[in-house]
């Protein structure tokens, strides 16, 4: 018997399927021909600058038209990878959110969490910069989406608990972590006029500079980090702030508790590194009592 002749709409989706296929193999060679910012080191140059900026446009449309295809055949391996690259040569302009959206398509929920806090602290670190509430508005969006198996009361207690004691000192988070139990104190400490201080602890040289050598960043960050630590309380918590800076959240001191605190952080630093000296600024976040 004859074969019925295949339908209008078929024939379409076919041709448009062909004409997809070979615009995404041409989309990934031109995305893979882009290795970063043209002439970087020349840019002063008008003429230079100019095609940086073009090919820099063209690289972005390349990207947000081979992301649409993608998305539109559910290929989110294919949209991680595109993510990727795209974060590798072109940081800093957050494509970090496709890369989050491929994982919470595919329900990796705990890598995509992992994710959000770090690119929060990877922009802090390495720009000293917070990401735009554009790209934290895409990344709490995919978080809201995240969908998380039924549980019991208590198995999702003992998830949330630390898993093993932890050493003595305050509690080290991640920025953004950070700043949701800022955002939470403040509510609480209105109804129940606790007094909480911030303190911000930065690291400056000898001449009250901040601290330039890469070398030296490193290693009185990691020292700085460890002070801070051992020097508040276990209910005390502190996060990074960027490359040369510590948040630290002190919680139903007085005032003159904080410069007692700034006093014990910078003794303990000042014996490992007796040329570096941090500048301390406290605030307090609602009420002195």
Same mark, same amino acid.
């Given at each position: 018997?004859?074969?019925?002749?295949?339908? @209008?709409?078929?024939?379409?989706?076919?041709?448009?399927?062909? %004409?997809?296929?070979?615009?995404?193999?041409?989309?990934?060679?031109?995305?893979?021909?882009?290795?970063?910012?043209?002439?970087?080191?020349?840019? /002063?140059?008008?003429? #230079?600058? $100019?095609?940086?900026?073009?090919?820099?446009?063209?690289?972005?449309? #390349? #990207?947000?038209?081979?992301?649409?295809?993608? !998305?539109? !055949?559910?290929?989110?391996?294919?949209?991680?990878?595109? /993510?990727?690259?795209? @974060?590798?040569?072109?940081?800093?302009?957050?494509?970090?959110?496709?890369?989050?959206?491929?994982?919470?398509?595919? !329900?990796?929920?705990?890598?995509?969490?992992?994710?959000?806090?770090?690119?929060?602290?990877?922009?802090?670190?390495?720009?000293?910069?917070?990401?735009?509430?554009?790209?934290? /508005?895409?990344?709490?969006?995919?978080?809201? $989406?995240?969908?998380?198996?039924?549980?019991?009361?208590?198995?999702?207690?003992?998830?949330?608990?630390?898993?093993?004691?932890?050493?003595?000192?305050?509690?080290?988070?991640?920025?953004?972590?950070?700043?949701?139990?800022? $955002?939470?104190? #403040?509510? %609480?400490?209105?109804?129940?006029?606790?007094?909480?201080?911030?303190?911000?602890?930065?690291?400056?040289?000898?001449?009250?500079?901040?601290?330039?050598?890469?070398?030296?960043?490193?290693?009185?960050?990691?020292?700085?980090?460890?002070?801070?630590?051992?020097?508040?309380?276990?209910?005390?918590?502190?996060?990074?702030?960027?490359?040369? $800076?510590?948040?630290?959240?002190? %919680?139903?001191?007085? !005032?003159?508790?904080?410069?007692?605190?700034?006093?014990?952080?910078?003794?303990?630093? @000042?014996?490992?590194?007796?040329?570096?000296?941090?500048?301390?600024?406290?605030?307090?976040?609602?009420?002195?009592?």
């Amino acid at each position: 018997m004859p074969q019925e002749p295949e339908s @209008a709409e078929t024939v379409c989706d076919e041709q448009t399927k062909e %004409i997809e296929d070979r615009l995404l193999e041409l989309y990934v060679k031109a995305l893979y021909l882009y290795k970063g910012e043209f002439l970087a080191a020349y840019t /002063g140059e008008t003429w #230079i600058a $100019q095609e940086a900026r073009r090919y820099h446009t063209m690289f972005e449309k #390349i #990207i947000n038209e081979a992301a649409y295809i993608l !998305r539109k !055949r559910k290929q989110f391996k294919g949209l991680e990878k595109l /993510g990727v690259y795209a @974060a590798k040569v072109d940081p800093f302009n957050e494509w970090e959110e496709l890369i989050m959206e491929a994982m919470v398509e595919t !329900r990796r929920y705990e890598e995509a969490e992992e994710l959000y806090t770090d690119v929060v602290d990877y922009y802090l670190r390495e720009c000293g910069i917070y990401p735009s509430s554009k790209l934290l /508005g895409i990344l709490e969006k995919y978080s809201n $989406q995240m969908n998380h198996a039924h549980e019991i009361l208590e198995n999702i207690q003992e998830g949330m608990n630390e898993q093993e004691e932890t050493e003595r000192g305050g509690y080290f988070c991640s920025y953004p972590v950070f700043r949701g139990i800022y $955002q939470a104190s #403040i509510r %609480i400490m209105k109804r129940t006029r606790v007094p909480v201080y911030l303190m911000l602890c930065t690291l400056e040289d000898e001449e009250d500079r901040q601290v330039q050598s890469e070398t030296k960043i490193n290693k009185y960050s990691r020292q700085l980090k460890k002070c801070v630590g051992e020097s508040i309380r276990y209910s005390d918590i502190y996060t990074s702030y960027g490359k040369v $800076q510590f948040l630290i959240m002190l %919680i139903g001191l007085k !005032r003159e508790d904080c410069e007692i605190v700034k006093k014990r952080i910078n003794r303990q630093f @000042a014996k490992k590194n007796p040329r570096a000296a941090e500048k301390y600024h406290v605030n307090s976040i609602v009420c002195e009592l």
